[in-house]
């Protein structure tokens, strides 16, 4: 008699667990996609108020390429005295001194796009240091002119990064 109840309690516990697994299953994958739609929500939220200051931060980088492109930075700094090394030493200033201004907007640009800009920052100093160190330099007018013909040869470090910038915009609209 008891294995009789014991298969009867059986036949009506096993239509009732499966029933239950059932429902459980239902009801987990229903709070799952709730809760995916909600965080898409926020996300979609998120970058809507996000947007606009990775933009900002976007056209800060950009005119701070723009800022130490020699060309411009040369024309923009005249040299305080004759001396070449004062002068280098200015520039390498004001160069450093619009990177720490622009330093926070890392934050918002993808790691590659700020490892370009850096590159292209110390690219332009490393440039100044170099073309001081020649011989045929002997002062800061004349820096200044064998920068400007150097950069005829070549295109500018800022201008590559800033063309890597506007891409990675586009990427973003």
């Given amino acids: 008699m008891n294995s009789d109840k014991i298969l009867e309690l059986a036949f009506y516990t096993l239509p009732a667990l499966i029933t239950g697994g059932v429902a459980y299953y239902l009801f987990q994958s229903y709070f799952n996609d709730q809760q995916n739609t909600r965080r898409w929500l926020v996300q979609k939220e998120n970058q809507k108020q996000s947007l606009p200051l990775r933009l900002q931060a976007y056209e800060r980088l950009a005119l701070f390429l723009?800022?130490?492109?020699?060309?411009?930075?040369?024309?923009?700094?005249?040299p305080?005295?004759?001396?070449?090394?004062?002068?280098?030493?200015?520039?390498?200033?004001?160069?450093?001194?619009?990177?720490?201004?622009?330093?926070?907007?890392?934050?918002?640009?993808?790691?590659?796009?700020?490892?370009?800009?850096?590159?292209?920052?110390?690219?332009?100093?490393?440039n100044i240091m170099q073309t001081n160190l020649s011989e045929k330099v002997d002062s800061a007018q004349k820096l200044r002119e064998?920068?400007?013909?150097?950069?005829?040869?070549?295109?500018?470090p800022s201008t590559i990064a800033l063309s890597f910038l506007?891409?990675?915009?586009?990427g973003i609209l």
């Fill in 80 to 126: 305080l005295s004759d001396d070449k090394n004062d002068y280098e030493r200015l520039l390498i200033q004001h160069i450093e001194q619009e990177y720490e201004h622009n330093l926070t907007q890392q934050v918002y640009v993808s790691d590659e796009c700020w490892t370009i800009i850096i590159t292209a920052k110390n690219t332009i100093i490393q």
């Fill in 66 to 78: 723009e800022r130490i492109n020699a060309a411009k930075l040369l024309i923009r700094v005249a």
């Fill in 146 to 156: 064998t920068i400007l013909n150097d950069l005829l040869d070549s295109q500018s």
């Fill in 166 to 170: 506007k891409n990675e915009v586009k």
